[in-house]
């Protein structure tokens, strides 16, 4: 038996495939980058690369969550300092923070902080839980949400504090807002010292971070 199709009839057949491979083609691109999203959300970051005087290394292990602490230790140093600087006048100054939507809404109501503007970033699908907040708060609030920050920060790597500054304002000078980072940059480079110098989870590595401290 011999089969033949009419021109009119392989045209048909090709511009039925393509329809079907197509979008075949288009999903399996979308389905990629949905998986490799859903992925990264997934598996937390357990590195990060710090350049020290121009040597850089690599934190794993214990030293990248040495390395968490200290930078949630430096998140209380910051709001101390700015704190420290505004004074006794009791001040009404911008702030922001930003956490998980338990943790913003906690200090929404626990504390007497007037919100102007919240951004809530993710949803269920995306395996985001994040909010930003912008507002303003007296002095004496902020020592409240500082002391508690503290009370509750111990070495909590897992579940970091919300994070929380004051924003440029009046009651801080540009000198004074120098000056606290300074103080900041060698607070965090005597803590990166101390993990480089304990070795544990510490690797040379190539110089390819954002994130660099001189002395």
Not at 74 to 88: A, N, P, V
Not at 92 to 114: A, C, L
Request: hydrophobic residues 40%; charged residues 20%.
């Amino acid at each position: 038996m011999v089969f033949w199709l009419s021109s009119l009839g392989v045209g048909k057949s090709l511009r039925n495939l393509q329809f079907i491979i197509v979008p075949g083609i288009v999903i399996g691109i979308i389905g990629g980058i949905l998986l490799f999203f859903a992925a990264y959300n997934y598996y937390p970051q357990k590195n990060v690369n710090i350049n020290l005087n121009g040597k850089c290394y690599e934190f794993l292990d214990q030293a990248y969550q040495k390395y968490q602490y200290l930078v949630s230790l430096r998140e209380k140093e910051l709001l101390k300092l700015q704190i420290d600087s505004l004074g006794e006048s009791n001040t009404f100054v911008p702030i922001t923070f930003s956490g998980s939507s338990d943790e913003v809404d906690n200090i929404i109501e626990k504390f007497d902080v007037n919100v102007t503007e919240i951004q809530t970033i993710g949803d269920q699908k995306t395996q985001v839980d994040k909010k930003i907040v912008r507002g303003v708060a007296s002095s004496t609030i902020l020592e409240q949400i500082l002391n508690n920050i503290s009370d509750s920060g111990a070495d909590n790597t897992t579940n970091p504090i919300p994070k929380i500054g004051i924003l440029p304002n009046s009651g801080i000078s540009a000198s004074e807002s120098a000056k606290i980072s300074d103080n900041i940059d060698q607070f965090m480079i005597s803590g990166l010292k101390k993990i480089i110098g304990e070795k544990n989870g510490v690797k040379a590595t190539e110089c390819r971070s954002a994130i660099i401290y001189n002395d």
